[in-house]
């Protein structure tokens, strides 16, 4: 069974500073993929990143950064300079990598507020 | 532009009715997925198909209905066995191969209500 946590449930930072959003995930599979995704209020899912467990490589794409650590099951997802258009709930998810093990199993999500 | 769309954007239910929920996408994705969000939850998968015809049932299935007769349409059925049918429904739909394979892209979502 696959199983994606955030323990994080509301985080509230004023705007300009960074914000690390945890995520940490149990799978038995040896391929899988992890992804990051946000829902601003209007509802729709927005696609961040897409992440192959057979790479580790951090990856940075303007102000968002992300961490994989795979010897500690984890997937944090960083926003650096933080602005008052990240308000959004982040969803962390996982996936098997065929058949229908592409299902996504989500984590709860974390409502992250940028106060300005 | 290519994309999923979801209607109506909100719905209500009277008791004892059966409802349903459009999805169309026009991104030529072979897979297509039903989920379920309740307040301050993650998404819960209801139903899924990978190819036309063939569809099967996720973690909350009961209650709700599907079916796939084209590769862009896939509407979820909400009947009146489900008892607890307000939430939020989001579809989403995949590629099986290529550069996107795996990654999911969602509609706009649909509220549903019970008068």
């Known amino acids: 069974a696959q199983k994606v946590t955030q323990a994080q449930t509301e985080i509230s930072v004023v705007e300009k500073e960074d914000v690390t959003l945890d995520c940490v995930y149990e799978?038995?599979?040896?391929?899988?993929?992890l992804f990051w995704y946000k829902q601003p209020p209007s509802g729709e899912l927005v696609f961040l990143i897409r992440?192959?467990?057979?790479?580790?490589q951090n990856e940075i794409s303007g102000r968002y950064s992300w961490n994989f650590q795979k010897s500690t099951s984890s997937f944090n997802f960083t926003i650096t300079a933080s602005q008052v258009v990240d308000s959004a709930v982040y969803f962390c998810a996982l996936s098997g990598s065929s058949g229908s093990a592409r299902q996504l199993t989500f984590g709860s999500g974390t409502q992250l507020t940028v106060l300005p | 532009d290519g994309g999923i769309t979801q209607s109506p954007k909100y719905l209500f239910r009277k008791e004892g009715q059966n409802v349903t929920l459009s999805c169309e996408q026009n991104?030529?994705?072979?897979?297509m997925y039903w989920y379920r969000q309740d307040p301050g939850q993650g998404l819960r998968l209801i139903y899924y198909?990978?190819?036309?015809?063939?569809?099967q049932k996720g973690d909350i299935a009961e209650g709700y209905s599907v079916s796939r007769e084209k590769k862009e349409s896939f509407p979820l059925t909400v009947t009146s066995a489900q008892k607890n049918p307000t939430a939020f429904y989001l579809c989403?739909?995949?590629?099986?191969?290529?550069?996107?394979?795996?990654?999911?892209?969602f509609g706009a979502g649909t509220r549903l209500s019970v008068l």
């Open positions: 989403a739909s995949s590629k099986p191969q290529g550069a996107t394979e795996g990654i999911q892209y």
């Open positions: 198909s990978q190819i036309v015809n063939d569809f």
């Open positions: 991104l030529n994705h072979d897979a």
């Open positions: 799978t038995r599979d040896t391929t899988y993929y």
């Open positions: 992440r192959n467990s057979f790479d580790e």
